[in-house]
């Protein structure tokens, strides 16, 4: 059994930073591509940025220049630096994994999600 839980979100003003983690934790026998999402109310879930084992990274276009993901492979952790924060970035934010487990083989697992609010 594997878990993800976010922590870091909050109450922040338009043009201030956050940044969230995502700890997972359990059967873990290594840890492929990690993901944020995030999803705004009445609106898709959306992929934010993503970094894979060799530390590649790619993200959506509306946090491009903005959002930095990361990863501590010591601590099965990853990370979403978030700067230049806008209203429209407002939304419940997600963290996504591919793990290796150490009985159940690849298993892809979310995260409960973290409120984020950007507003004056």
């Known amino acids: 059994q594997v878990q993800l839980v976010e922590s870091g979100g909050g109450l922040v003003q338009p043009g201030g930073s956050l940044r969230l983690s995502c700890a997972a934790s359990?059967?873990?026998?290594?840890?492929?591509?990690m993901r944020w999402y995030r999803q705004a109310p009445g609106k898709e879930r959306q992929l934010v940025a993503a970094?894979?084992?060799?530390?590649?990274?790619n993200y959506g276009d509306s946090v491009k220049g903005r959002f930095t993901i990361s990863r501590d492979n010591a601590k099965n952790t990853v990370y979403l630096q978030m700067d230049s924060l806008k209203p429209e970035d407002t939304a419940v934010y997600y963290c996504?994994?591919?793990?290796?487990?150490?009985?159940?083989?690849?298993?892809?697992?979310w995260g409960q999600g973290t409120q984020v609010t950007v507003s004056s």
């Open positions: 996504n994994a591919d793990i290796r487990t150490s009985s159940a083989g690849l298993v892809r697992s």
């Open positions: 359990g059967s873990i026998f290594s840890i492929m591509t």
């Open positions: 970094i894979d084992v060799g530390d590649s990274t």
